[in-house]
């Protein structure tokens, strides 16, 4: 996950570094009195996480890590309990930054997780019969949130089509699109010093090595071009990531439609944006603010 917490707007960064003590209050909740568990174990268990296979899950378990001693402070003072909505929102966020292979991935790296805590912490008791099922209907919990939430249209997916959409909503401006303006466009995508943002630097790059794809995909009509849904992705990303990080994301797409804009027209010599465009841009403004537009284009409804 190329999405560094820094990006992150701060409910989601705390909501995710406490995901794995989140996991252990889980499992421990149904056996030991939360008050008297030794959670410093838990932070060395989690310190020689080798097993870790996924980049994603790495990342957070050591955030984790690194707050150790404040989550620790509010586990004594009773401010921290299991909290399983907590868990499964946690989980999704994740997910929808994820790739289908890359959710795999950290799904298996956390359900291990859970093993791993179980293993350290769950003595059975010798005077109960169910133990293990009480175990094993926490463990499998905690399994259905990893392995069910791996949604296709991811986060990721999303980004990394979006300039596709707004090449096509600039370049049906006019009609169609040519062979030159797509060269064209490719040739902005690959310039690196307009990209300011992590976002822009994170996903445009996907772009353009999965481009021939994308553009097969968008001939058969399964990438949506117009207003609507960039305004709905953008609203997503308004939820996920801090202002900062927001703003400069919103400045490199509007960077990227002009450039685009100003190459239909400046490609045959005019180099200057028409009022076709500029109504374009303008209402693409407004969708990358994550306000309503009107639908165009030959998706549109």
Not at 169 to 178: M, P, Q, R
């Amino acid at each position: 996950m190329p999405l560094c917490f820094e990006q992150l707007n701060r409910q989601n960064e705390i909501m995710l570094a406490h995901l794995p003590y989140q996991i252990f209050l889980m499992i421990i909740s149904e056996r030991e009195d939360l008050e008297n568990a030794k959670a410093d174990g838990f932070f060395f268990l989690i310190h020689k996480a080798h097993w870790c296979k996924s980049e994603d899950a790495i990342q957070i378990i050591e955030r984790t890590a690194q707050i150790s001693r404040d989550i620790l402070k509010e586990h004594q003072n009773g401010r921290l309990q299991p909290d399983i909505a907590g868990v499964s929102q946690a989980i999704k966020l994740v997910s929808h930054l994820l790739t289908p292979t890359e959710q795999y991935t950290f799904a298996n790296d956390f359900y291990r997780l859970t093993r791993e805590i179980s293993k350290a912490y769950l003595k059975k008791p010798t005077e109960s019969e169910n133990v293990d099922k009480v175990e094993s209907d926490t463990i499998a919990r905690l399994k259905d949130f990893f392995y069910k939430v791996q949604s296709q249209n991811t986060l990721k997916k999303r980004l990394i089509e979006l300039p596709i959409q707004i090449f096509y909503l600039i370049s049906y401006a006019n009609g169609t699109s040519d062979k030159k303006e797509r060269e064209v466009f490719v040739k902005i995508l690959k310039e690196k010093s307009w990209r300011k943002s992590h976002l822009a630097r994170a996903f445009f790059p996907h772009t353009i090595v999965l481009y021939e794809g994308l553009l097969k995909k968008h001939e058969a009509e399964q990438i949506q071009y117009n207003l609507v849904d960039i305004q709905k992705t953008m609203q997503i990303v308004a939820g996920v990531f801090n202002n900062d990080e927001l703003r400069l994301f919103r400045r490199d797409l509007f960077k990227l439609a002009m450039e685009i804009a100003k190459a239909s027209g400046g490609f045959l010599g005019i180099s200057s944006v028409d009022d076709k465009e500029q109504e374009i841009l303008n209402k693409l403004r407004g969708a990358f603010r994550g306000k309503a537009g009107i639908r165009l284009g030959k998706n549109s409804e």
